[in-house]
């Protein structure tokens, strides 16, 4: 099976969150290549909290880098070159459906002459794609998916995360991609919320998957 690539319109859209639901969802593993911050801990350590199975297992970062910002300048600062070999090389091997989280959006640098999208494509993965509902939102996420597009990646929806105003279905429609969940912005996200969000979205998950894989 694919990766499932987790990648969203921004930054601070609710991907972590998100790639726990899916990643509860299909009782799969996890893995974020790059991470860039940890002040207050690492997206696997998010989501390793988040998760209530005990199958699923959280792979360490193959960059972990101090500080917050695009991720090939968070390397800069540690002498660091980050290098798409080495990622592919530390792809982890499981039986088990993986969830990649990527960092920020699609076009986010990871070294001076590759972005993100530029990872998914090398991984072969499925991309979901998460969108926060907020003012500009519909630029960003059609800009988003007219990329995925161009680049003939397999895309198998559109996550929304929060509820401001009432145009999902419009982005949906101009994108092409499917609804794959809706969820209002929660900041007291819990276990609680990934397992009963991850129960809803699991039919809609299972059949984007197959259909993609035909």
Request: net charge negative; hydrophobic share 45%; aromatic share 10%.
């Amino acid at each position: 099976m694919k990766p499932i690539f987790i990648s969203g319109i921004g930054t601070d859209v609710g991907k972590t969150f998100m790639a726990a639901v899916v990643t509860q969802a299909l009782q799969a593993d996890y893995w974020k290549p790059i991470q860039a911050g940890f002040d207050k801990g690492t997206d696997r350590e998010t989501v390793a909290e988040l998760l209530s199975n005990k199958d699923s297992v959280c792979f360490p970062e193959r960059y972990k880098l101090a500080l917050p910002a695009s991720p090939h300048i968070s390397a800069r600062e540690e002498d660091v070159q980050i290098e798409m070999e080495a990622l592919l090389q530390a792809l982890p091997k499981t039986n088990k459906p993986l969830v990649i989280e990527g960092a920020g959006g699609i076009l986010v640098p990871i070294n001076d002459h590759q972005f993100v999208g530029d990872l998914i494509k090398a991984l072969d993965a499925h991309v979901i794609l998460v969108s926060r509902n907020y003012l500009g939102s519909i630029n960003h996420s059609l800009l988003t998916a007219q990329w995925i597009k161009q680049h003939n990646i397999s895309c198998l929806g559109w996550i929304f995360n929060d509820q401001f105003m009432d145009y999902e279905d419009e982005i949906v429609g101009w994108s092409g991609f499917q609804k794959l969940g809706s969820f209002p912005f929660d900041t007291n996200f819990n276990a609680r919320t990934v397992a009963t969000w991850a129960e809803q979205i699991r039919p809609s998950l299972l059949s984007a998957i197959e259909n993609a894989s035909k």
